[in-house]
């Protein structure tokens, strides 16, 4: 099974910032990554798929990258409503399906 | 527009079973797999399995392979979830989740469900 590994755990950032998530699979996923996007009570949204494909209606701010081990998720500049839980999920020849421990981003 | 609503959680002793239901509208039901995930608390998602859209295949995590079974009523928009043998480390919120293209990128999901396994 591939481990998917997110860091930081806490990510503390001022809104207008950047802010910079990151992911790594135990071994490569090619492009086969998705980002998503957890608030207290609410259902999960998909924010990026294939690694660097945003989905239906995600702001430009959200972006994906990387390939194989190592991938990451940009938000530029961090909204009021951007502080949430970020989860990834690789999906490389799937099933199953393994998703990362979360970053939490928490206003500084 | 997309809604999936689970229900069926609640409060379970060990060695018990429950049946989850999630129910979908705004989208042709009959033509995309769904998903199960559960999320413990304090802890990142974990996949439960997944069901075809016409209910051909079915996949399961190892961990509750041959104690869980997901089935559908695509004439009743349904997915189902039943879950038996429960373990305390069951204890978690349970989503339903909708595949984008079989491709198990989960675009739409419900809020959830949460089923407690105590004693």
């Known amino acids: 099974e591939i481990v998917v590994t997110q860091s930081p755990a806490t990510l503390y950032v001022s809104p207008g910032e950047r802010a910079t998530l990151s992911c790594r699979a135990s071994?490569?996923?090619?492009?086969?990554l998705a980002w998503y996007q957890q608030k207290p009570g609410q259902a999960p949204r998909l924010l990026i798929y294939?690694?660097?494909t945003r989905a239906t209606g995600i702001p430009a701010r959200f972006s994906g990258s990387g390939s194989g081990t190592e991938f990451t998720l940009t938000i530029s500049s961090l909204q009021s409503e951007d502080f949430a839980v970020y989860y990834c999920?690789?999906?490389?020849?799937?099933?199953?399906?393994?998703f990362g421990q979360g970053t939490r981003l928490e206003i500084k | 527009q997309v809604q999936l609503v689970e229900s069926g959680g609640g409060v379970v002793q060990p060695g018990r079973s429950l049946r989850l239901s999630c129910v979908a509208s705004?989208?042709?039901?009959?033509?995309?797999?769904m998903h199960w995930v559960r999320r413990a608390p304090g802890k990142g998602p974990e996949w439960v399995g997944v069901?075809?859209?016409?209910?051909?295949?079915?996949y399961y995590g190892d961990s509750v392979k041959g104690r869980f079974t997901i089935s559908r009523d695509n004439s009743k928009n349904t997915v189902y979830l039943q879950m038996n043998s429960l373990r305390a480390e069951d204890t978690a919120f349970y989503y339903c989740?909708?595949?984008?293209?079989?491709?198990?990128?989960?675009?739409?999901w419900g809020q959830g469900t949460l089923v407690t396994v105590s004693s």
């Open positions: 989740a909708r595949d984008r293209w079989n491709s198990a990128e989960l675009d739409y």
């Open positions: 294939a690694a660097s």
């Open positions: 069901i075809w859209a016409d209910g051909s295949n079915k």
């Open positions: 071994q490569s996923v090619s492009s086969d």
């Open positions: 705004g989208f042709p039901f009959r033509g995309y797999a």
């Open positions: 999920q690789q999906y490389n020849n799937w099933p199953p399906i393994t």
